[in-house]
């Protein structure tokens, strides 16, 4: 560099107070600074889809029904006694006292009641509720949403928005 003070050139090393033969050597340090930016490179969304499935579920229907049979008798008997059982018929006897000369006991009737028990093999519909979720990823922060993975067990007819 010259400056012109004096006339002389500032710039030289005989002004400087050094000889020609000097070697100057600068020193230069530099810094490194770290730093994070956050910058969004894709994003994912999770949706929660409700739906109502209708499943046929296997039932067996248990009826059972009783036939009442009233057999008169009309038999003298010694002495009162209960209700028996014959296989799947209950035997209630009804008794009577009938006025002769003397007093005897009559086994005047018996109820037979005869319980019987059908089986029906049916379906039956009944509705379902499930939930599955759909992840959708965008690989940019302006790209279109694209679904990852469908939800399992559901088609895309089946498929109906979470209303809450």
Not at 142 to 147: F, L
Request: hydrophobic content about 30%.
């Amino acid at each position: 560099m010259k400056t012109m003070d004096d006339g002389q050139d500032s710039g030289s090393p005989e002004a400087a107070g050094r000889r020609p033969d000097d070697v100057t050597i600068s020193a230069v340090q530099e810094c490194l600074s770290v730093g994070v930016e956050r910058t969004e490179t894709g994003a994912v969304r999770v949706h929660k889809v409700n739906y109502d499935e209708i499943q046929e579920i296997p039932l067996t229907l248990r009826t059972e029904s009783v036939e009442v049979q009233r057999v008169q008798m009309n038999q003298p008997v010694p002495e009162e006694y209960g209700p028996r059982q014959e296989g799947d018929t209950l035997i209630v006897p009804v008794f009577e006292y009938v006025p002769v000369t003397e007093l005897r006991l009559m086994l005047k009737e018996e109820v037979r009641i005869t319980k019987s028990a059908t089986k029906v093999d049916t379906m039956h519909r009944a509705s379902v509720q499930r939930q599955a979720l759909i992840v959708e990823r965008r690989d940019s922060a302006t790209g279109d949403w694209v679904a990852k993975d469908g939800p399992t067990g559901v088609t895309a007819a089946k498929r109906t928005e979470d209303p809450r």
